[in-house]
């Protein structure tokens, strides 16, 4: 029996993707759509473009209201996580009538969990990519249906590498998306090895905290692995200027060339650091000393 | 300031400049990625800290509102 139902989970650029793609290719399945906000994101237009195509939208924020609303789903339903934080419990992934595959942002098995493209980037990966896959009880363990791969630029903060891996995630989807809703997809299992690392939501690289004294190099892949703008998702970055810890506002590389005379720009609180980076460029912080 | 400011704005959204509308997150113009450059070079360029709780979809409904946000960031 085909899917009668397509139930779509997440939030940002690929939901949105996602949302218009699936609700273009209805007809050719027959099938119900829903969408279902969880998290709120003050930019997200998913409502709008649900209320534009149509698209019934339900919008349940506490993760209790959630599982009970998906566990009284009866038809034979297709659920698509796409960027999507709310982990679905074992009762609900055991449905028979239930079918649910994840995106996860990196080449499963390698970074399971949360904030992947921050810990490729922190960890100084050359490549990175994409996964489709079923989803299981255990967090981003079910097999792969497809994946995709990218090169991480030398320069590439956390959220363009996030924007980046959310484009090439539609791009796959919409090569999957017939095989898995006609389930015919040849999804392979991960074979990782047991008590592999996974990443967790309190996590932060290098515990958010580095020491002046340390390669360069390893200070900008951290800035870049927790710069998300202003979404807040890990803890400004600290470290210690003339002994007293300061937190970094700012960041960014420049050619050597800008460098000023004084390399500290500011006064007794706030000020800018520049730090050699390779031959040409410095590493120039804005910083603020903390009380 | 407003020229440097439509500047930033056009280095990353050509379309933005010439948006008349009042939503340009909903009418998609830019996006939070976009916003995201904008709001990073706008704090280069006048040395001024934006705090998320100004990076809301009202202080960039149009480049209008930008400068309005800088220019009271400045004043403060």
Not at chain 1, 16 to 44: M, N
Not at chain 1, 169 to 187: G, H, L, P, Q
Not at chain 2, 6 to 35: K, N
Not at chain 2, 43 to 72: G, P, T, W
Request: hydrophobic share 40%; glycine share 6%.
């Amino acid at each position: 029996m085909a899917f009668q139902k397509v139930v779509i989970i997440g939030y940002g650029k690929v939901t949105g993707d996602i949302l218009i793609y699936v609700k273009a290719r209805q007809k050719d399945y027959g099938c119900q759509l829903e969408f279902i906000e969880h998290e709120i994101h003050p930019f997200s237009i998913t409502e709008k473009i649900c209320s534009e195509n149509e698209i019934p939208f339900v919008r349940i924020e506490d993760k209790r209201e959630l599982a009970a609303y998906l566990h009284k789903i009866r038809e034979k339903t297709l659920l698509i996580s796409a960027s999507n934080n709310f982990l679905f419990p074992k009762s609900l992934v055991e449905k028979e009538n239930v079918t649910i595959i994840n995106f996860h942002n990196a080449l499963l098995p390698a970074y399971p969990g949360r904030n992947a493209p921050s810990w490729v980037i922190f960890m100084g990966e050359k490549e990175t990519g994409i996964t489709w896959h079923y989803v299981t009880a255990g967090i981003d363990e079910g097999n792969i249906i497809i994946q995709r791969t990218c090169a991480i630029g030398e320069d590439v903060k956390a959220y363009e590498l996030t924007e980046q891996l959310m484009t090439l995630a539609y791009e796959a989807f919409k090569a999957c998306f017939d095989m898995v809703m006609e389930e015919r997809a040849e999804a392979r299992e991960q074979g990782f090895e047991p008590g592999r690392r996974m990443y967790r939501s309190y996590e932060v690289p290098s515990d958010g905290v580095f020491d002046l004294t340390e390669d360069t190099a390893q200070i900008y892949r951290l800035l870049r692995s927790v710069d998300y703008g202003k979404a807040g998702i890990f803890p400004v970055l600290r470290t210690k200027i003339d002994g007293q810890a300061a937190q970094i506002l700012r960041y960014r590389k420049v050619p050597a060339a800008k460098q000023p005379a004084i390399s500290d720009g500011g006064n007794e609180t706030e000020g800018f650091i520049y730090l050699p980076l390779g031959e040409d460029s410095m590493l120039k912080l804005k910083y603020r000393k903390m009380e | 300031m407003e020229e440097r400011v439509l500047e930033i704005l056009e280095e990353h959204c050509e379309e933005a400049i010439d948006y008349d509308g009042d939503s340009m997150m909903e009418d998609g113009v830019i996006d939070s990625f976009t916003v995201i450059n904008v709001v990073s070079d706008l704090e280069d360029e006048f040395d001024i800290e934006i705090d998320a709780k100004y990076v809301i979809a009202e202080n960039f409904r149009n480049k209008e509102a930008i400068i309005d946000l800088v220019k009271r960031l400045l004043e403060e």
